[in-house]
């Protein structure tokens, strides 16, 4: 049964007249977990990521090829350009996205992500609008709302989570659900041939119906975004994610293991309408740790402002079964996964992301190698 918490939105706390001293719930308890110790700390460093062009990714041009390299061999997140989406039509999700999340709250409520249960109580379902899922009073909450739906395949929408409210924003997400798995088979078949593979490697293994679940997230204006998460450290469930941010607002940050700490990823607009892809768990798991997910976080926006972001999660058939591809393991670099079911996978995400852990390490997927760390894939600018 759903925690009795679950039904506080955001968007209300934060639309409480004069807030100026947080409600403890949303208080990172533990200094070095907070975002910007002080309001004096100078703020991190910018991460430079490249940008490709998936137009010219899919003819495979040696210099976008080499972008993607780059990109995957360091961050794990990259900008696209050449996705066929115009900037007007960027604007439109995001402002009808804006639009949604301005309704009044009864008008939202009627796609609540809280649902009867089947002993007489209420339940957290992923599909729907309000927050993410809170399993005990201890639970440390973030500082957005959210709409998350299934997009793909189509005949499996749960219609009735499909706000009809604004009238536009259902069919955006569908043009732009159509527009970003063209991107996402793009990328995973330049990621393939990045490993020498035949471009159908990992869209083979992820199967034609490649399900897909949309999320708009909204994040309030927050009077002390240096105490709160926007939305906490995590990785994707997913094989790549396909995301619209903010043209305005950034927040999103990527955390370098090497050194780097906590960067932030700049805002892409200027007038280029890009897109940013970040490769999620499931690949991780399907090419032996080659590709690696990132770990990434969203900082709350400041007391005047507000933010706004669609991401779109690919991921392999329910049905599927994760595992290293047996290509990409050999004695120098063993097998770093265990095998499971992608279903397992997803269903696992949700436990993992309430307790703040990567999926893998809370469905202990991970093997323990001994010895050295396994050597590297090479990854080529093909």
Known sequence: MVHQAQGQLVQEVAADGGLRTLPSRYVLKKEQDRPIATVTTAQPPELSIPTVDVS?????????????????QSWGLFAVTGHGMQEPFLDAVLGASRT????????????SNVVDADDGGRKFQPQGYGVDRVDTDEQVLD????????????????????????????????????????????VLAAMARSLDFEEGFFLDKVGERMPSDARFTYYPPCPRPDLVHGLKPHTDNSVVTVLLLDEHVGGLQVFLEEGGGWVDVPVLGGG????????????????????????????????ATERVS????????????????????????????????????ANGFWDAFALGERTIDFLKVKVDVAGDQPAAVAVSGA
Not at 56 to 72: I, M, V, Y
């Open 56 to 72: 010219r990714l899919a003819d495979a041009d040696p210099d976008e090829a080499a972008k993607l390299r780059s990109a995957l």
């Open 100 to 111: 949604f999340f301005h309704l009044p709250t009864e008008a939202k409520q009627q796609y």
């Open 143 to 186: 500082w957005c709302d959210r709409l998350y739906l299934q997009v793909q395949p189509e005949e499996e929408r749960k219609l009735r989570f499909w706000p009809a409210h604004p009238p536009e924003l259902s069919e955006l997400l569908h043009e732009f659900s159509v527009h970003s798995q063209k991107v996402a088979r793009l």
């Open 272 to 303: 280029r309408h890009q897109l940013l892809v970040v490769v999620g768990e499931e690949m991780e798991i399907m090419s032996n740790a080659a590709f690696r997910a990132p770990v990434h976080r969203v900082v709350a926006p400041g007391e």
């Open 310 to 345: 669609l991401a779109v999660f690919y991921q392999p058939e329910p049905h599927r079964v994760l595992e290293p591809s047996p290509e990409l393991v050999d004695g120098e670099r063993p097998a770093m996964y265990k095998r499971l079911e992608a279903k397992v996978f």
